[in-house]
């Protein structure tokens, strides 16, 4: 369901075995993980950063965003991101702040960084108006997020078929 690679990293999630495997650089056809996480609720998607890897579920309804440091795979210290389980299909980390979609909420939450997240801040952020309309304020059941260095790209699922640029008024 998910993949992600930071430039040292390469991890891959299976929803249907339950884990994230890890690799140093990107695999081989025979090369074996170097980190095996089992994430019991089914990981979905990823993203990393130099420092981090986010797990999105997959199903998202009984599942919230898990994150780890990559200096502490070998024991396996995944965290819970608090709160904000309002079906979170996706979860970015940028150099502007790590957002969750919230696909039951219709909107995006964001923070400053993941640390603020997990010391259950409240969110810096919060983009889509919390209604499932079509207006330009507003998100239809948020699905996916990226960022592309200069806009923050929210992906709705089905009914609505629209993508939706943000772009900061100021950036850090």
Not at 8 to 27: C, H, M, Q, R
Not at 54 to 65: C, E, K, L, N, T
Not at 76 to 88: A, R, S, V
Not at 124 to 138: F, Q, R, V
Request: with cysteine; net charge negative.
């Amino acid at each position: 369901k998910g993949v992600a690679y930071n430039g040292t990293y390469f991890a891959l999630s299976s929803e249907k075995d339950n884990k994230v495997w890890i690799w140093e650089g990107i695999p081989g056809k025979n090369d074996e993980p170097k980190y095996e996480l089992a994430v019991p609720e089914g990981p979905g998607r990823l993203d990393a950063n130099s420092e981090w890897l986010v797990i999105a579920g997959y199903p998202a309804d009984r599942f919230s965003v898990k994150v780890i440091r990559f200096d502490e795979l070998a024991n396996g210290d995944i965290k819970t991101i608090p709160g904000h389980d309002c079906f979170p299909q996706s979860a970015t980390i940028t150099e502007i702040g790590f957002f969750i979609t919230q696909q039951g909420c219709h909107q995006v939450v964001g923070w400053n960084s993941i640390e603020d997240a997990l010391a259950g801040k409240m969110p810096i952020n919060t983009l889509g108006s919390g209604e499932a309309t079509k207006a330009a304020n507003s998100i239809t059941m948020a699905n996916s997020v990226a960022w592309d260095g200069s806009h923050l790209w929210i992906g709705e699922f089905k009914f609505s078929t629209r993508i939706l640029g943000f772009k900061p008024t100021a950036l850090p």
